[in-house]
């Protein structure tokens, strides 16, 4: 299986109180509050050169996301960072997985086209396109897209994105949210047809039958853990069946918070309160901000009220033992880790490209980089090989790097195993 | 009471109405939250034929209807064909919240299809002092509190209370949901779409209705309305927030009654 490494980009020096003093982490946080840009240059720097430490340390891919007005992420840009990681890591066998630019708050969307195309020319061929419909906070509440619109944009948006990839000739696109009389990209991908796509999504049934019906990577980018995912998976897996396409566990992704230490108990001591300032304090907004009146379609919205609305669980009332135990955050020794991820991500969700969040909300830079190199000793190469007896091919991997364990290519410094 | 669907759109969007009374005629667009034929309504048909259209997409039978229109222009000129097919040269139009936006853009529109227009609380201004609250990002137990004076008061539990029959609780739930959402189609993600623009055009004697306690709407808003149209007169309501037609029922029948008649 692919093995990634996500990060978020978060803000890590959140005040004790924020949750208490700020009614959201999205959309409102109050910036001269908050933060200050030469600190926040600090923390850019440190994703980066954590997601390069990662690349250097055997990961399969690095993982950016966009997200906007959010103090738990904020790359804008996702690839403003791709650029720097793609530029960075040539000559080596790892993926630049952009999870990525947003088409509906793109304009013309477009613009993810060439900027993906320049990311593949720059990487040699390692870019996965990863074409996320966005969140409601972002592309509804932030930047303004009619909720109802939403993803009639993103499709269209994503029929025009494929079509400017590959199209031989220049065309005019006379769309219903979008006109262009003069579609000829610049550069175009290095990748054919065109590099692959994954779609990340938060469980819509919509979204199942779009990415099945696309024959695309389905990510389902969660904060809840594997064990919280395994229902909404299993509805994935029956639109893949259904629609009669094969079951190739490389068509799921799945993101999933992990924490090595030495024993279980040495993960507690060093990240229970990085975990807990993530779920406390990263994941705090008002519940409506998920979706606004028209952002879910009409069947997904009937879906959604008959299933008694699933009510998330209040993760403020939980703490790093829960989190643990139910799954959220998959910590302890590297042993422990590596059996909960083979089993409650792996085996139970059927999944082929796992993403693996290791900086954790507070989580400083030193302690990230321990986590990223035990994980890469110690976990990583118990993993790699799943799924290799059944024999897949991961159509959904730039193919240059489909056979290849990535090396290790450098010894990690700085990795405090203190 | 009568119920019929008008295919409008060129079949494409199916508009319901309901009619009751006799008199001359009075079209009602409703608000965010959908129709309900409510006391108010009733009041009205005692002095004349009201016809209460449901705004595409807010029927349940025909969720999807919305899809076929792109903007308020399209929506404007669905109207027109709702009047046609009506049978009205001319109406009266009352309109609420967002159908007292809607009613303003049909008379600037097509001045000669609206006799008189009373809106009610409309929206289709934008202060940054005094900013509309978007009720589509409120926590939905809130909402209440912000579109009626008495959130726990009889109008506000028929409107937003929750039946006790799961299976209609789902079902008043995914409509209110949906009426709002196809209702922000054409207002997101600031209701001033431009009818500043076009007001001028409007020659129906105008007569608006805000109630005192408006918490979405400021009734300050009334302002921008009768600064630009000409002979424009308000009336507010006591005891009322965002919803007056509902909160007083009679006394707002009263004052459309002689307004209309007047």
Same mark, same amino acid.
């Given at each position: ?29 109050? $910036? ?8 926040? &240059? ?6 980066? !050169? ?114 400017? $990839? ?11 949210? @979008? ?35 696309? !024959? ?18 299993? &509805? ?85 033992? !829960?989190?643990?135990?139910?799954? @959220? ?90 | ?23 001359? %005629? ?65 109406? %009266? ?34 202060? =940054? ?9 409120? =926590? ?30 789902? %079902? ?91």
């Amino acid at each position: 299986m692919k093995i990634s490494a996500f990060h978020l980009m978060p803000h890590r020096e959140l005040p004790d109180d924020f949750e208490k003093r700020y009614e959201s982490v999205w959309v409102t946080p109050p $910036w001269h509050e908050l933060a200050d840009a030469e600190r926040v &240059g600090q923390y850019y720097n440190w994703t980066l !050169d954590e997601l390069l430490f990662a690349a250097r340390a055997g990961f399969d891919g690095v993982c950016t996301n966009e997200h906007h007005q959010n103090a738990y992420g904020f790359m804008p840009s996702p690839n403003i960072m791709g650029a720097v990681l793609a530029k960075a890591t040539n000559g080596s066998n790892v993926a630049i997985v952009q999870m990525g630019a947003t088409l509906p708050t793109s304009n013309p969307p477009i613009r993810v086209a060439e900027e993906y195309a320049m990311l593949d020319c720059i990487s040699g061929g390692r870019l996965v396109a990863g074409l996320p419909l966005g969140s409601a906070m972002d592309v509804n509440l932030c930047y303004g897209i009619t909720p109802i619109e939403h993803r009639e944009r993103y499709r269209e948006a994503f029929a025009l994105t494929l079509k400017a $990839w590959q199209a031989r000739e220049l065309f005019a696109w006379n769309g219903r949210y @979008y006109q262009l009389a003069n579609v000829n990209l610049w550069p175009r991908p290095i990748q054919q047809p065109h590099p692959p796509v994954w779609v990340p999504g938060s469980g819509s049934i919509s979204t199942f039958d779009f990415a099945v019906e696309n !024959d695309v990577c389905y990510c389902f980018l969660s904060y809840s853990g594997a064990k919280a995912a395994k229902t909404m998976m299993q &509805g994935y897996w029956d639109v893949v069946a259904k629609k009669g396409r094969e079951t190739n566990p490389y068509r799921a992704g799945f993101l999933q918070l992990v924490a090595v230490a030495e024993t279980d108990a040495a993960a507690e001591a060093k990240y229970a309160r990085h975990v807990e300032y993530f779920y406390h304090k990263c994941l705090h907004w008002p519940i409506q901000y998920l979706s606004p009146p028209g952002n879910q379609d009409y069947r997904s919205l009937v879906a959604a009220a008959k299933a008694n609305i699933r009510r998330a669980e209040d993760t403020k009332a939980l703490r790093y033992r !829960d989190f643990v135990e139910k799954g @959220y955050v998959i910590a302890g020794s590297a042993a422990t880790v590596r059996d909960r991820i083979k089993q409650e991500v792996v085996k139970d969700l059927r999944v082929g490209n796992l993403m693996v969040l290791l900086q954790i909300g507070s989580m400083p830079h030193e302690l990230t980089l321990e986590n990223m190199d035990r994980f890469a000793r110690d976990v990583l190469p118990a993993l790699r090989g799943e799924w290799d007896d059944e024999g897949w091919v991961n159509h959904w991997w730039p193919e240059r790097l489909r056979g290849t364990a990535a090396p290790r290519t450098a010894a990690p410094v700085g990795a405090g195993r203190a | 009471m009568s119920e019929r669907t008008i295919a409008a759109w060129d079949g494409r969007v199916r508009i319901r109405v309901q009619s009751k009374g006799s008199g001359p %005629a009075l079209v009602f667009l409703h608000g965010p939250w959908g129709l309900t034929w409510d006391p108010f309504l009733d009041e009205l048909a005692k002095s004349f034929t009201v016809h209460a259209p449901e705004h595409p997409g807010t029927t349940p039978d025909t969720p999807d209807d919305v899809y076929q229109l792109d903007n308020l222009w399209d929506l404007v000129l669905c109207y027109d064909e709702v009047f046609a097919a009506l049978g009205l040269e001319q109406a %009266a139009v009352v309109g609420h919240s967002f159908g007292g936006m809607l009613g303003c853009e049909l008379a600037a529109a097509y001045p000669a299809r609206v006799r008189r227009l009373a809106a009610i609380a409309p929206l289709g201004f934008w202060r =940054d002092t005094d900013r509309v609250v978007n009720w589509m990002m409120l =926590d939905p137990a809130r909402l209440p509190g912000y579109v009626f004076r008495e959130p726990n008061g009889e109008a506000a539990q028929r409107m937003f209370g929750a039946p006790d029959d799961p299976e209609a609780a789902t %079902a008043a739930r995914v409509r209110l949901v949906w009426a709002m959402g196809t209702t922000g189609k054409f207002i997101w993600p600031i209701p001033d779409k431009g009818l500043k623009k076009r007001i001028h055009r409007l020659t129906a004697p105008t007569l608006l209705i805000w109630g005192k306690e408006d918490r979405l709407v400021p009734p300050v808003y009334a302002d921008e309305f009768t600064r630009r149209i000409a002979g424009a007169r308000v009336q507010t309501v006591d005891g009322a927030g965002h919803m007056p037609h509902l909160e007083r029922p009679d006394v707002v029948a009263r004052m459309i009654r002689e307004f209309v008649a007047g």
